[in-house]
């Protein structure tokens, strides 16, 4: 059986979500409003696959709901140029550390940026 692998991703956002949703207007307070709204995530599935289950409104088989709201409503499309640089991790673990340090850095970059 072929090792599972697990891959960044980015989705931008509609800059709708700074001025509608108060949680990501606070985890963002750097953000100037010239770059965009974006979600980083990690999966075990394809960017393409993944995102397709943010906008669908995706539940697992024990109908827990496996898409986030932010991505279901705002997400607008994928960002490979901001994620294809980061090679596919071994572990759910180093996904997750991955994320979140992608995620910080594109704050720093001033992005106004949403992850779990």
């Known amino acids: 059986m072929a090792k599972r692998q697990y891959q960044i991703y980015v989705v931008e956002l509609s800059k709708r979500v700074f001025t509608e949703n108060a949680k990501f207007r606070a985890a963002n307070p750097q953000f100037n409003g010239v770059l965009e709204c974006l979600y980083v995530g990690m999966t075990s599935k394809t960017p393409k696959e993944r995102f397709l289950q943010h906008k669908t409104g995706y539940r697992n088989k024990k109908g827990y709901k496996l898409s986030s709201s932010i991505v279901e409503k705002y997400g607008s499309y994928l960002r490979p140029s901001l994620y294809n640089h980061i090679a596919p991790l071994a572990t ?25």
């Open 92 to 116: 759910r673990e180093e996904a997750l550390k991955m994320e979140r340090i992608l995620a910080l850095e594109l704050r720093r970059k001033r992005y106004a940026v949403w992850f779990n």
